[in-house]
């Protein structure tokens, strides 16, 4: 229970989670103990390893986990948190964002304890008839008691009934694998109590809910998550990771040690009191830490080097995106034998468009050569080769054929 405690913000209820583990012990079965992570992003990253890191202990208990894709579900959508509709993925879409997912996952989890579940196996076989006694078990006013539906109703916004039904499907998946314990994020708690209450009128006990904190990201400011590109990717090179542990704001060091550096419960008290009087050397030894659990032994040193070599002592890196263009190339729109550095910066594919590289210009992230460009209409010979640089981390070299 102490491992299991530890990092959780709540369990729903404990004395239950207890009784099951004491039934365990005795019987010789292990609990079923699920998550599901929809692919609705291709990529998964360390926030969600702080509730794998969970799961993982579970195995370590001798425990049998279920990891649930939400191929299912994904086409739905999670509400959770939205303020609007949120635009529906299709099926290609939802297989190609899945598709890394089993591979990232086991650099955390113990591959020959783990199971995956894809929930369209239940929910795709659904009748009409099933459905209908699916929502026969859950009323309107219960789910207007969630905060994002009660928040939309009262301020007249849309909820569509394709919404009410991802949490009554996503409790559908504890009824399918007969969940003893399932996990999620701080931001799920309502859809994981929702499983409790539809599992006794499928005939089950109910499940046990485990509630994890939610990681916040680079920014300091919002959960960790792509669309506010703050994550650290599991999958991403040690460069990167280390790179980006190195920009979060110094008072997310406590929270990021005790969710993301791995140690043990002994040493972190001493790490985050640390923390306290240095906290450029703690950030640093948290990058180590973090590319180490996820990379090769060896690789958070070399991606500390790497970082040195580019930030404190102003280096190019040896490795970088490298593009071959012509002059004649219709993008670039060259004239006079010149190109604009913005057309130059989209091409490279360090912006998402050319407005976009116009206001990274203008912000002073954009540089050749180690130069800042100043001017967002500023050109470039299109001869020769350029190093280009957007921000601290991206590079590209374009040489021109």
């Not at 949120?86 to 190609?96: G, N």
């Not at 699916?134 to 007249?156: C, G, I, P, S």
């Not at 993008?331 to 050319?354: F, H, I, P, T, Y």
Request: proline share 5%; charged share 30%; net charge negative.
């Amino acid at each position: 229970m102490d491992e299991i405690r530890r990092d959780t913000l709540e369990i729903v209820p404990e004395d239950e989670l207890a009784r099951k583990l004491e039934r365990s012990l005795k019987s010789g079965a292990p609990l079923v103990v699920k998550q599901g992570f929809d692919p609705t992003r291709p990529d998964l990253h360390i926030g969600h390893a702080v509730s794998l890191r969970k799961l993982r202990a579970f195995q370590e208990l001798g425990h049998d986990v279920v990891f649930v894709m939400g191929d299912y579900t994904a086409l739905i959508g999670d509400p959770t948190g939205r303020s609007d509709l949120r635009p529906q993925l299709t099926e290609d879409e939802v297989r190609e964002n899945g598709r890394t997912y089993a591979e990232q996952l086991y650099k955390v989890l113990d591959r020959g304890r783990t199971r995956i579940e894809y929930n369209s196996r239940w929910l795709a076989p659904l009748q009409l008839k099933d459905i209908l006694r699916l929502t026969a078990h859950y009323t309107v006013a219960r789910m207007l008691e969630r905060d994002d539906f009660e928040k939309r109703f009262e301020e007249n916004r849309p909820i569509s009934i394709v919404e009410f039904m991802y949490p009554l499907m996503q409790a559908y998946d504890s009824v399918a694998l007969k969940a003893d314990v399932e996990l999620g994020g701080a931001d799920q708690k309502f859809n994981l109590l929702v499983a409790r209450d539809l599992q006794p009128r499928y005939g089950q006990e109910p499940q046990v809910c485990l509630l994890m904190p939610l990681l916040r990201g680079t920014d300091g400011v919002h959960k960790m998550s792509k669309s506010y590109d703050n994550y650290v990717g599991l999958s991403d090179a040690p460069d990167q990771q280390f790179g980006r542990t190195m920009s979060i704001p110094d008072e997310l060091l406590d929270e990021w040690y005790r969710l993301a550096s791995g140690l043990s419960a002994g040493e972190l008290d001493a790490a985050v009191e640390a923390a306290k009087s240095d906290p450029y050397q703690a950030k640093r030894r948290l990058g180590r830490l973090i590319v180490e659990q996820y990379h090769p032994a060896g690789a958070g040193r070399q991606a500390e080097e790497a970082f040195d070599a580019l930030f404190r002592r102003k280096e190019i890196p040896d490795e970088m995106p490298e593009f071959d263009l012509s002059p004649d190339d219709p993008e670039l729109a060259a004239q006079d034998g010149q190109v604009l550095v913005s057309k130059l910066l989209v091409r490279a594919g360090l912006v998402s468009s050319n407005a976009d590289a116009q206001r990274q210009i203008q912000q002073g992230a954009v540089s050749i050569g180690g130069e800042k460009v100043g001017d967002r209409m500023a050109r470039v010979p299109a001869a020769g080769e350029l190093v280009l640089q957007r921000g601290k981390r991206h590079f590209a070299r374009v040489r021109f054929v």
